[in-house]
């Protein structure tokens, strides 16, 4: 099945550095590649995601980038503020119809 | 957009006795519901795929007399803990996506907490 390697898992930048999250993913059948946002004691809400037949994707201070020849996808956040604290997770989908999700990056952005 | 209600959000009861937990899909049909388990800072452990009309998925390790997932109509999944004890204590959240197919985005609900004295 597919296994999805997340790094790293706690992540702490000043307000208005950038921050990147790296996943990669062991299913060359995956396709589809959401990033979802868990604020504390909250449901996990997609933010970004990419599909296979694009290389980059940005919405804004989020962007997503994915090299299907290595099997891995990034998330960027740039000028990071205080309310990007949460957990990220990258999650791949495809292969099988069972999402499979990271382990989760902590997120601190300090003021 | 896509809303899952995942009912209750907070539990607290006595060892031994079962638990209800309702996902439903308020405005899109889901033949595909999954369930799983998060401790604190840790990721989403898929329990099972719950699967309209037909028996639910489990993970290895997960017990499918303990955890009874139904799932009788494309708005609805319950997951029942059967008997339950502290160690059963977590939280508990559902998703689905709105084609079923799992290269969509997942919608999840709110989450329960269990708490078992």
């Known amino acids: 099945g597919e296994n999805v390697e997340q790094h790293p898992s706690t992540l702490s930048v000043q307000e208005g550095d950038s921050a990147v999250i790296k996943c990669t993913y062991s299913d060359s059948a995956s396709n589809y590649f959401p990033w979802y946002k868990q604020e504390l004691g909250k449901r996990p809400q997609l933010i970004i995601d990419?599909?296979?037949?694009?290389g980059e994707k940005k919405d804004q201070r989020i962007a997503v980038t994915l090299n299907k020849t290595a099997k891995h996808f990034s998330l960027h956040i740039t000028e990071t503020q205080p309310e990007d604290s949460a957990v990220y997770f990258c999650?791949?989908?495809?292969?099988?119809?069972?999402?499979?999700f990271g382990r989760g990056t902590s997120l601190i952005v300090h003021p | 957009g896509a809303v899952v209600s995942q009912h209750p959000s907070w539990v607290i009861c006595k060892s031994g006795t079962s638990v209800k937990i309702e996902c439903r899909s308020l405005?899109?049909?889901?033949?595909?519901m999954f369930w799983y388990r998060q401790f604190p800072k840790q990721s989403l452990m898929l329990m099972a795929t719950s699967n309209e009309g037909s028996k639910a998925t489990y993970e290895q390790g997960v017990e499918k007399d303990k955890f009874l997932i139904n799932h009788a109509s494309l708005t609805l999944s319950t997951l029942t803990v059967t008997s339950a004890h502290p160690e059963d204590s977590s939280f508990y959240i559902c998703?689905?996506?709105?084609?079923?197919?799992?290269?969509?985005?997942?919608?999840f609900g709110d989450g329960t907490r269990l708490s078992i004295l």
């Open positions: 998703s689905a996506g709105e084609s079923g197919d799992s290269n969509q985005p997942q919608h």
């Open positions: 405005d899109f049909q889901a033949t595909t």
């Open positions: 999650a791949a989908s495809g292969g099988s119809y069972i999402p499979t």
């Open positions: 990419i599909r296979s037949n694009v």
